[in-house]
Every structure is written in structure tokens, then in C-alpha cells.
């Protein structure tokens, strides 16, 4: 992956380097962002608004507001030491660094196969190719972007078109459902019933696991790092959980106007029933090409991070790294030609990386007091509070599903 200068004062940038920047702070916003919106998000997203009807607004206000407070405890600490996540860890506690990068790669690759599975599902839906080839050949388009030169240009590229087509193509959706817009609004503020297990699982979806990394990952690796930086790095930080928040807020709407029809929604596939629903075969077609958006943008930020948590322990890693992450594509890919989605897998995996989030904003909550990591940087007492409170929720919550899967994953 190519390597900028260091920032050291924005102020003197020239206007190009200005707009290099720029160019990569919204490339990493955009790749946490399209990591965050896979299979899943749609799913969950349908499924949750079916379920709460426009309360389900409230749900992604609160999500939001708690998102940002863990983006950006673990951005800022991830510039100011210029550490990746897996660093830090080892020196706040010796050994937790290699713990994380395990569960992270671990889960990493379980959603990878979901993911190629969903991009297979586009495929299928557009070209009407079976779901297995069509897995085939979105690997192969997101192992060619990999084998450029300039593999994290293109990767910011990809993902920075492929969010807004998503975004695009599902406000024609949402427009032709007709949702209550009032009400929804209404409802955000004062809801008719709040659910707690849907802001935890909105939570844990948006910045769980290895997605609130990816785009901190990719900054340094694009040399913006450093208290001097902090600004750029809020900016992309926020802007990640804006852009995901906007692709939920239209696809909630999109989803409420059927629901408040009263049409039923297919359970067996719920996000593509609603664009069927709401706009015939040709939004059939659509959820096609947002679901092969979503799931292929996913499958590239997934490979990059979780290689991303592996590549400093290893001198042959990182000096191999696109080679690692074709292998980390490759083997996703072959995983569901050969086996399909291994649904128990994918659910105790799924479980564990729901923990990994209290576990790393924890670590990373302590880091930001630690001297020999972050030297003299102040950390701000409310972003602590805010962290904190994101760390026992996701704790409290994590540990209660996954006590609860274990023993019927296994009767």
C-alpha cells in the first residue's frame, strides 16, 4: 500500500497536497463506512424497522451519538501514537495486542464469507448467474484492486463511489415506498418503545470488531498522523458514522414506508422484499446492485484491516502484504464455493466479535493516559466518559448474547 509524507502542519499545505488529503480522509471515512454497510446492515436495518415500525428511528439516533463517541476515542489515540490497534494493545497490557489481532482476523474472515456470499446474491439477482459464480467474480474484481500499484488509491475510489451509488439508488427506493417522514422524525425523539438489544446490535454492527479500525488503519498507512492531525482525524472519523447513518436513515425510510402500508415483508430475504415492494422488479434489480456494492466494498475492508492487525508482528507479512490479503480473499471465497456459510460458525464467531469492541475502546481508553504512548497529548475528559460508556454497554450485552448462543449452538 503506498505511503505519504507525513503531516506535520496543515496549515502550510500546498492547494494539492490540500486536496490529497482531503482525497484520503474521505477515502478512509468511506472505507470504515463501507465495511460497516455489508449483507448484515441491510438485514438488520430491514428487520429492526419491521419489528419497531418508526421507533426504529430513535434506535439509530441513540446508535449514532454512541458510535462517534467509540470512533473517536479510538482514532485519535491510533494518530496521536502513531500505533496501530494491535500495538497499542501489547503495550498496555503485554500479549492483549495478539489476543485482539486474533479475534479480529478470526472474525474477519468469518463475515468475509458472508460477505462474498452477499456480493454472490447481487450477482445472482442482476445477472442471474448462480450465487457461487457470482462469489467467483467479485473476488476476482476485489483481488484486482489489491494487484494495482496504487492499491489504496484505488481502494479509496472504489469505496467512495461505491457509497454513494448505495445511497443513491436507495433514496430512489425510500421515495418510491412513501414513507411517513413526520412520524419517523416524531418518533426519533419520542419513541413508542425503546430497545435496547437493537441499539446494542446497531452499535456493535457499525464500529464492532474490526470496522472502527479501518479507517484509523488506513490513515496511517496514508502517513496523516500526529497531534497536529487531529482535526483531519476527527473530520474522517465523523464523517465515517455520518455517511454509514445517512445509508441506514434512508434504507429505515425506504423500509417504513412499505411496513406502514401494511405490506409483508419476505423473512427469508427482508431487505430485498422491501425494494421489490417498494418499486416492482426494477427494485428488484436495484437491491442487486446495492446488495454487490455493499458485500464487495465489505470483503475489501475486511481483508485490508484484518491483514492490517497481523502485518506488525511479522516483517514477511508486511513485506507481502497484498499477497496476504489476495490469500485472506481467496480463502473467504473458497470457504463458501466449498461449504456455503457456515451459519454456527458465523454465529459463535459473530458473538466473540461483539466483545472485541469493550475490549479495544477499553484498551484504547487507557492508552490515551499512558505516557510512553501518547507522550504529552491530553485526552479530553468527555470523549473518556463517552468511551466508557460504550465499553460496559457493549460488555453488558455481548456477554449476555453470547452466553445465551453457546448453549443452543451446541444442544
Keep these: ?47 429492526f424497522t419491521q419489528k419497531l415500525a418508526a421507533s426504529f428511528g430513535f434506535v439509530i439516533l441513540m446508535s449514532i451519538i454512541l458510535d462517534i463517541g467509540a470512533q473517536m476515542n479510538v482514532w485519535r489515540i491510533i494518530a496521536v501514537s502513531e500505533k496501530r490497534g494491535q500495538d497499542i494493545a501489547n503495550m498496555v497490557f503485554p500479549g492483549l495486542g495478539y489476543l485482539v489481532a486474533f479475534l479480529i482476523v478470526l472474525g474477519g474472515l468469518a463475515f468475509n464469507i458472508g460477505n462474498i456470499g452477499g456480493a454472490g446474491l447481487g450477482m445472482n439477482v442482476i445477472f442471474g448467474v448462480t450465487p457461487v459464480t457470482g462469489a467467483i467474480i467479485s473476488a476476482a474484481v476485489a483481488i484486482t484492486i489489491f494487484l494495482i500499484k496504487e492499491a489504496g488509491k484505488a481502494m479509496d475510489r472504489v469505496t467512495q463511489i461505491a457509497g454513494f451509488v448505495m445511497i443513491g439508488l436507495t433514496v430512489y427506493i425510500a421515495i418510491s415506498s412513501a414513507p411517513p417522514v413526520g412520524e419517523a422524525i416524531m418518533k426519533s425523539f419520542v419513541p413508542d418503545q425503546i430497545d435496547m438489544f437493537a441499539i446494542i446490535t446497531l452499535v456493535g454492527g457499525t464500529v464492532g470488531g474490526y470496522i472502527t479500525f479501518a479507517g484509523g488503519h488506513r490513515l496511517l498507512d496514508a502517513g496523516i498522523r500526529g497531534v497536529k492531525a487531529l482535526p483531519q482525524v476527527t473530520q474522517s472519523s465523523v464523517s465515517g458514522i455520518l455517511i454509514t447513518s445517512i445509508m441506514r436513515v434512508v434504507l429505515f425510510l425506504a423500509a417504513l414506508g412499505v411496513v406502514s402500508q401494511g405490506l409483508t415483508i419476505d423473512p427469508t430475504n427482508p431487505p430485498a422484499s422491501v425494494f421489490k415492494l417498494a418499486a416492482g422488479n426494477v427494485g428488484y434489480k436495484v437491491f442487486g446492485v446495492v446488495m454487490w456494492a455493499a458485500a464487495i466494498t465489505s470483503v475489501i475492508g475486511a481483508a485490508y484491516t484484518s491483514v492490517s492487525f497481523i ?70 475528559l468527555w470523549m473518556t466518559i463517552f468511551g466508557g460508556l460504550v465499553v460496559v454497554m457493549m460488555a453488558y450485552m455481548s456477554g449476555y448474547t453470547l452466553i445465551n448462543t453457546l448453549p443452543k449452538m451446541f444442544q
Excluded at 513485506?319 to 489476495?326: L, S
Design 311 to 380: 502485518k506488525t508482528f511479522s516483517t514477511s507479512i508486511a513485506r507481502h502484504e497484498k499477497a496476504v490479503i489476495i490469500g485472506f480473499i481467496l480463502v473467504s471465497t473458497l470457504v463458501f464455493s466449498l461449504v456455503g456459510q457456515p451459519v454456527k460458525i458465523l454465529v459463535l464467531v459473530g458473538s466473540l466479535n461483539g466483545l472485541i469492541l469493550p475490549i479495544t475502546l477499553a484498551t484504547i481508553l487507557v492508552a490515551a493516559y499512558r505516557k510512553n504512548i501518547v507522550g504529552d497529548y491530553k485526552h479530553p
Design 1 to 47: 500500500m503506498e505511503t505519504n509524507n507525513k503531516v506535520t502542519n496543515t496549515e502550510k499545505q500546498s492547494p494539492v497536497r490540500a486536496q490529497s488529503n482531503l482525497s484520503l480522509l474521505l477515502g478512509a471515512a468511506f472505507l470504515m463506512a463501507t465495511s460497516a454497510i455489508g449483507p448484515g446492515f441491510l438485514t438488520q436495518t430491514t428487520v
